[in-house]
């Protein structure tokens, strides 16, 4: 008989997020310096993500990487707008890319829209753990409104929620 595993989540009312998140942190300020707003993507840097994420091979077909260079340039865009559904589908279809890597790629060009989809980070919100297979533009979206909600309930950036809630996840659920 196997038992479902318990995860303990994040409690924003009885618990902080203050963690110091630490992950190749000179290639991590490298992106966000270059890729911050930026309106000049090319598929190199999306390779530099890529390799920062989980150092896989990828390859975006440039209609992609117009309609991302697009998406970084246009202030006050929602996660409902049909631009980000597009630049969210045609990426996961990307050789190389699926939801996690897609959400990494857009959080380096816009974190002040999109966070990072993690098991670890999604275990600690949810006190479930996604599987691969299970992510798909509902659950991320879902997701991205969740952390973006928290970070204005906290009053911190929404780039350091995901970071905060991977950390959490790490000290207290273990391993993934």
């Not at 890529?50 to 340039?73: I, Q, Y």
Request: aromatic letters at 10%; hydrophobic letters at 35%; a positive charge.
């Amino acid at each position: 008989m196997s038992t479902k595993r318990q995860y303990r989540t994040f409690d924003k009312q009885n618990e902080a997020l203050d963690f110091t998140f630490s992950y190749n942190d000179e290639e991590t300020a490298a992106l966000h310096t270059q890729l911050n707003n930026s309106s000049a993507i090319t598929e190199n840097e999306l390779r530099r993500v890529s390799l920062w994420k989980s150092n896989r091979v990828l390859s975006v077909p440039p209609a992609t990487l117009e309609k991302l260079n697009a998406l970084a340039t246009i202030p006050n865009i929602s996660l409902k707008d049909p631009l980000v559904k597009d630049v969210i589908d045609q990426l996961v279809l990307a050789q190389g890319i699926g939801f996690p890597m897609a959400s990494s790629i857009l959080k380096f060009i816009r974190p002040d829209l999109f966070p990072i989809i993690d098991v670890r980070a999604y275990r600690a919100l949810t006190g479930t753990k996604p599987y691969y297979g299970t992510y798909n533009y509902k659950k991320y979206i879902a997701y991205a409104e969740q952390l973006t909600d928290l970070a204005r309930q906290l009053n911190r950036p929404l780039r350091e929620i995901d970071e905060q809630l991977y950390c959490y996840d790490e000290k207290h659920n273990g391993k993934i």
